[in-house]
């Protein structure tokens, strides 16, 4: 009986994929702006901000942030923002921004994963701005965190 019905799951799964494949078309194609690491520098994430200035590639940098599987709105934030910078860069960025940290708020970047996640979710911009707000500020924490296995592997 468990076998059966294993199976009907597998093949319900496939049909839903091939269904979802036929209706949203290209939404396995590659990603063609989203970076294929994390932007690991400053220098790259202003590189990056000049590159989504033009509107076709700024439209295709939220349809491919759009593609994420995360069903909670926190966590496609979090995920968007942790395909987009590393933890380094996250660590010298903050909401506001400071004399030493670079202002995130009014980036180009923010607006397009604030865009994709209003598209997705339908939720208000406070959700956005503190989901990412504490992205921000426990960036060095995972940071701390890291390297605490890193030492505790060796």
Do not use: H, N
Request: charged share 35%; aromatic share 10%.
């Amino acid at each position: 009986m468990l076998g059966r019905l294993t199976s009907e799951v597998v093949s319900l799964t496939t049909e839903v994929a091939s269904i979802k494949a036929k209706v949203c078309g290209e939404a396995f194609k590659p990603k063609e702006v989203v970076p294929m690491e994390p932007l690991k520098t400053l220098e790259e994430l202003t590189s990056f901000e000049e590159r989504i200035k033009d509107e076709k590639v700024f439209k295709s940098f939220v349809i491919e942030l759009q593609s994420s599987g995360e069903k909670t709105f926190d966590k496609f934030i979090r995920s968007s923002w942790r395909l987009m910078i590393s933890d380094d860069v996250a660590r010298q960025c903050s909401w506001r921004g400071t004399e030493a940290k670079k202002c995130v708020r009014g980036m180009k970047i923010t607006l397009g994963i604030r865009t994709a996640f209003k598209q997705k979710f339908a939720l208000e911009d406070a959700d956005f701005d503190r989901t990412t707000q504490k992205y921000f500020q426990y960036a060095q924490d995972r940071l701390s965190r890291s390297a605490k296995k890193m030492k505790s592997s060796s």
